[in-house]
C-alpha cells in the first residue's frame, strides 16, 4: 500500500481490457503530443534558420557602415570601439576586385585577432573552429616581435612635437607627413607641415587624437616628403628627423624624445613622380638612424611639365616615403568555394589583386563554403593589418576602414559617427 509502482501497471491493465473503449482518448493523446513535439521542432529549426541569415548578413552583433567621404579619424576610433555596451569589436575593409577573367569578387580585410570573439562565424561554414582559420591569416609572433609594426610611442599621446629639417635648397615646398598606426592595425596619414630646404630646423606639432580617443598603443610606422622638384639636375638632398616627443594634452608640455623609426636595416622607401617629362625619377639612396633621429639621403629628381594651351611651363610634384618592409612576400588568404568555381583558383594558389593602384599578391591557405556578408561570386579575407603594412612598404596610402563590427552586451551604440548607418542581427532575425 506504501508503493507507487502499481498506479501505472494497473492503469495500463485497465486500458488493455477496455481497448475499444481507451483506444480513442489514447490515440488522441499520441497524436496530440506528436503534433506539439513536431511544431517545437519546427518552431526551433526555423528560429536557428532566422539567427544564422541574421549573422551572415550582418557578420556581428551590429554592423556600422561608414560613408566612404567620412571615415572615422585616428582620434575618433575609441568613441565607437568604447561606447557603452560594446564589448569587442573589429575593423573591416570591404572593396570589390576584378580579377583576370572579369570575374568580379569581394575582398574583405579585418583585423583576424579582434574578429575571433567578435565575428558571427559558423563552424561548419569554414570546416572547423572560426579561430583556427583565423589563426592561418594572422600575424605570426616573430612578426609581432620584429620591426614591421614600426617604431612606439609611448603613452597615450594627444599631440606629437617633430624636429626635422630638409638639406637640399633644390626641394622646393618640402611638406613633411607622418604615418601613424593604431592597435588595430589602421594606418593614418598626418600632415606635419611645410619644412624650410636651407636646413634649418623646424619644430611641428602635430595633432593625433584630441580627448584621446585614439586606439592605443601607437606606432610611427613610416615618414612622407612631398615636395617641387627640381628642373634641372641638382646635388643629393637630406631629410633628417631630429626628434620625436609626445604630449598627454592638447595644452601640455612634451616629453623626453623617443625613436622615430626601427632599424635603417629594416626600412623599405618608395617614390612618386609627377606626369609630365620627368628626366631623372627621385630616389632615396641611404636611410640611417642614429639614437632616436631618422636620416633620409635622396636624390630628389628633376622634369618638368612641358607647356600646354598656352599654359607655361610648370616644375613636377614629387614624393620620397619610408616605411618598414613587406611582412611577407605573399598575404596569407581564406577564399570561398563560389571564388574558387568563379576563378578556377586553388588552395595553394598565389596571384595579384589591385588594391586602389597597387598590385598585392596573395596566397590561398584555406578554401571555404562560406564567410559572413561574402555572396554572389565569393570573396577573399585577409588581414587588414598585414594589407595595409603591404601597402605601406610599396608607397601606396592607407586603405580607409569601411566598417566597423562590434560585440555588444545590451543595446546597441545610439550615437554614430555622421553619414554611418547601423545593421543591428537582432532586429534583422526579429524581421525574419
Known sequence: SRGRDMTAAVAAWQISRRPLRQAGPVLLAVL??????????????????????????AGADERVDLSPQAPLSLGQVATLTEARGVTGSTPVIRSSVMMSNSASVTLLALNTRHAVSVAAIRPDLVGGSPGALLDRLSPTADHEAASFLGAPVPGRPARLEITASVHGKSVGQPVLFVEVTDAFGIPYQLQAGLLRSNGAATTLVVPVAPGSKAAYPLHITGFSLQYVMPTTQTPGATLSIESVRGSASMTGGFGVPFAAATAASHLASSTTAGSGQVTAQPSVTKTTTRGTSLTVSFQPGYGISPSQFGTPASPLPASISVAPPRPAPTLPAAVTSAFTAATGQRRGSTFPIQVGNTSVRVTIVSVIAGFPTISGSGGIVVDQGLLQQTLAADGAPPVPVTEWWLRTAGAAPTRLPGGATLTDRASLAASL
Do not use: E, H, I, M
Open 32 to 57: 496530440a503530443v506528436a503534433t506539439s513535439v513536431l511544431a517545437v521542432a519546427q518552431w526551433s529549426s526555423w528560429q536557428r534558420s532566422a539567427q544564422d541569415q541574421a549573422s551572415f548578413a
